[in-house]
């Protein structure tokens, strides 16, 4: 069965910085697309940062470029997001995703973690 366990959340200050950590177990993730979603109160969930199985490219929101990085370490299944120069704004539950593709992971991923709290303080 496939899990995917997220880590890292917690309480930080704007400007601050988290790293989120996502450890995938139960599957072959090495060639999977990872991704990270966020949900902030009363919002839909949204697409946050994914990279692909293969070439390691990555994709991100608009709105968390040049301050989000997504990475991952295939040797360990586990996949990270670090924060950099957080926003209130970024408060948010985020989640960990999986898929086939880095097309599908970004639209429709395969699997979901429980999710992690992220909260900014201004």
């Known amino acids: 069965q496939v899990q995917l366990e997220e880590s890292g959340g917690g309480l930080v200050r704007a400007g601050g910085s988290l790293r989120l950590s996502c450890a995938a177990s139960?599957?072959?993730?090495?060639?999977?697309?990872m991704g990270w979603f966020r949900q902030a109160p009363g919002k839909e969930r949204e697409f946050v940062a994914a990279?692909?199985?293969?070439?390691?490219?990555?994709v991100y929101k608009d709105s968390v470029k040049g301050r989000f990085t997504i990475s991952r370490d295939t040797a360990k299944n586990t996949v990270y997001l670090q924060l950099n120069s957080l926003k209130p704004e970024d408060t948010a539950v985020y989640y960990c995703?999986?898929?086939?593709?880095?097309?599908?992971?970004?639209?429709?991923?395969?699997?979901w973690g429980q999710g992690t709290q992220v909260t900014v303080s201004s």
């Open positions: 990279i692909s199985g293969t070439s390691g490219y990555t």
């Open positions: 995703a999986a898929g086939g593709s880095l097309a599908m992971v970004t639209a429709r991923p395969n699997y």
């Open positions: 139960g599957g072959t993730f090495s060639s999977a697309a």
